[in-house]
C-alpha cells in the first residue's frame, strides 16, 4: 500500500467519523431546577436575612456536590424584599411565572404571609423561617403547600418559661413585646403557656418595630414587680430594649424569643446583656451530628459562628431538596406537600423534621433548648 493512498484512506475514516458524530443525537444536560428564595437581606430585618442567605448558597452547593435531585442540579435565584410584604409578593409572583418551583421565604412574619397568598392561588411549595405557625395554620385550617422550618412560637415559650420556672424559679412575668404579628402573636402565646405551668403575667407592654425609646414600657414593667421579663421581638430592636431596662435599673431576668438570637442584638445591647438574658434555641447545648456538620461547613465557609436564622436558612433548603426527591419528578404544590407528608423523619440543624398532614412544622419541644448571652455571644446556660 502507498503512502498516498494510506493517507487517503485514514482521511476519509476520520471525515466518516466526523460524519457520523455529527449525526449521531447530542444529550444535552437537564436544566437546573429553579428555586427561589426571597428573603430579607437589606432593612431592618437584614440580620436575618442575610444568613438565611449564606446558608442557601452553602446548600445549593453541597446538594448539587452530591448529585442534585436525581443526578439534576438546584439553583436558588435568591432575591431581597427589603423586608417589605408587598415588595416580597411581587417577587413571588414574578418567580412562579419564570417557573421557579419552589419559593423559601421568608425571614418576617410580614413577608412571609404576602407570599403564601400567591403560593397557595399558584400551588407552589413555600418554605418559611419565621416561627409564627398561623402561616400555614390559619383559621380555616391547614394551608397544604406551606412548610415551617424553626420551632414555632408555642414550642419556644414551653421552652423558655419551663427553664424560667425550673432554673430560674420564676413565678411572675412581665411580657414586653413588638406590636406587629410575630410580636403580638407570640406575647399571647407566652401568656397562655404561663397560666398552664401556673405562672401569672402581671404586666404586657408593647412597643413600634421602629421604637428607640422604651422608657414608658420598661417602668410600667418595672413597677409591676415581675420575677423575669420576657421579650418578643426580632431584628436589632430588642437590643435598645435591653439596654433601655439595664439602664432603667431592671436587673431581672429576661427571657427572649428566637428573634433575639442574633450577635447583632447583642452589639446593640452592649454591656447591658451582661445580666442574665436568654433566648430559645434549637442550636444551644450539646449539639446533634447534624447541628456540628452544618456549623463547620458555615464556619469553614464564612469563617462565622453559626446563628439560627442561618441554620434555618440551611434546613428551609435542604426541605425543598427532601420533597423534590420524594416527589419523584413531581413539582406541583400538591405532590411536594404529600411527599412531606409521608411523615418520613429529616434530621436537620432546627431538629429532626417528621411532618403530617396536620402538622407542617414537624418539631417537638424536646428541639427548642435556651441559649444565654455570655460575652458578647450566646452559649448554653
Known amino acids: 500500500m502507498s503512502r498516498t493512498f494510506a493517507t487517503a ?7 466518516a467519523l466526523l460524519a457520523g458524530a455529527s449525526t449521531a443525537p447530542l444529550t444535552a444536560a437537564p436544566e437546573p431546577l429553579k428555586l427561589a428564595a426571597i428573603l430579607s437581606t437589606s432593612g431592618p430585618s437584614a440580620p436575618l436575612g442575610v444568613p438565611e442567605m449564606n446558608a442557601v448558597k ?9 448529585g442534585g435531585i436525581d443526578g439534576r442540579q438546584i439553583h436558588f435565584d435568591i432575591v431581597d424584599d427589603g423586608a417589605k410584604a408587598d415588595v416580597a409578593a411581587q417577587l413571588a409572583t414574578q418567580m412562579i411565572a419564570s417557573g421557579h418551583v419552589a419559593i423559601f421565604c421568608g425571614t418576617r412574619t410580614d413577608t412571609s404571609i404576602a407570599v403564601a397568598r400567591v403560593t397557595g392561588a399558584a400551588n407552589v411549595l413555600q418554605v418559611y423561617t419565621t416561627p409564627t405557625e398561623s402561616v400555614w395554620h390559619t383559621q380555616r385550617g391547614v394551608v397544604k403547600n406551606v412548610f415551617q422550618v424553626n420551632p414555632r412560637d408555642q414550642l419556644e415559650a414551653i421552652a423558655l418559661l419551663s427553664f424560667a420556672k425550673s432554673r430560674l424559679k420564676v413565678k411572675t412575668l412581665g411580657i414586653l413585646h413588638d406590636e406587629n404579628l410575630y410580636g403580638s402573636g407570640g406575647a399571647a402565646i407566652a401568656t397562655a403557656e404561663a397560666k398552664a405551668l401556673g405562672m401569672q403575667v402581671v404586666g404586657d407592654e408593647s412597643y413600634p418595630g421602629t421604637a428607640t425609646d422604651f422608657t414608658p414600657q420598661i417602668v410600667k414593667l418595672r413597677d409591676a414587680k415581675p420575677d423575669a421579663i420576657v421579650l418578643w421581638g426580632a431584628t436589632t430592636t430588642p437590643g435598645l430594649a435591653i439596654r433601655s431596662a439595664r439602664t432603667l435599673g431592671v436587673k431581672l431576668p429576661i427571657l427572649g424569643s428566637s428573634g433575639i438570637l442574633s450577635p447583632a442584638i447583642l452589639n446593640v445591647a452592649g454591656g447591658a446583656a451582661a445580666g442574665d438574658v436568654y433566648s ?3 442550636l444551644a447545648g450539646a449539639p446533634s451530628a ?3 456538620a452544618f456549623a463547620d461547613l458555615y464556619d469553614k465557609e464564612y469563617h462565622l459562628p453559626v ?8 434546613d ?18 400538591t405532590s411536594l406537600a404529600n411527599a ?7 434530621p436537620l440543624s432546627d431538629g429532626t423534621f417528621k411532618f403530617s398532614p396536620s402538622d407542617h412544622n414537624g418539631l417537638v419541644p424536646g428541639d427548642v433548648h435556651i441559649a444565654m448571652a455570655r460575652n458578647g455571644s450566646w452559649g448554653s446556660p
Not at 10 to 15: F, I, L
Not at 58 to 66: D, F, G
Not at 307 to 314: L, M
Open 9 to 15: 484512506s485514514a482521511a476519509a475514516c476520520v471525515a
Open 340 to 346: 412531606l407528608e409521608a411523615g418520613r423523619s429529616i
Open 316 to 333: 428551609a433548603a435542604q426541605i425543598i431538596a427532601a420533597a423534590l426527591r420524594d416527589a419523584h419528578g413531581k413539582t406541583d404544590g
Open 58 to 66: 452553602l446548600a445549593e452547593r453541597e446538594i448539587n456536590a452530591h
Open 307 to 314: 446563628v439560627s436564622f442561618a441554620a434555618n436558612g440551611w
Open 290 to 292: 447534624e447541628q456540628r
Open 280 to 282: 430559645a434555641s434549637p
